[in-house]
């Protein structure tokens, strides 16, 4: 699987679920990203949250499958 970079990246899944990283920030002193979460209705793919999932300081880019699994369990979080 491939890497998704956290600055303005994105990646589809075959179940109608699209990813699109918006940018690396720190809140409140935490390292972050902001996440764009999608579902594909029809032809179009709306819009269904934003999560902001922790990252390790430095890093760039995870894998779209550890992604997943990050946005996920921080979907079921709130």
Known sequence: ??????DN??????DGLR?????ALTLNGAPCFRVG?????GEVYVR????????????RSMRAETL???VAAEMRAD
């Open 1 to 6: 699987m491939r890497l998704v970079r956290f």
């Open 9 to 14: 990246d994105g990646v589809d899944f075959d």
């Open 19 to 23: 990813l699109m990283t918006e940018g």
């Open 37 to 41: 979460v999608y579902r594909r209705r």
């Open 48 to 59: 269904s949250g934003t999560v902001y999932p922790d990252r390790r300081r430095g890093a």
């Open 68 to 70: 997943r699994s990050v």
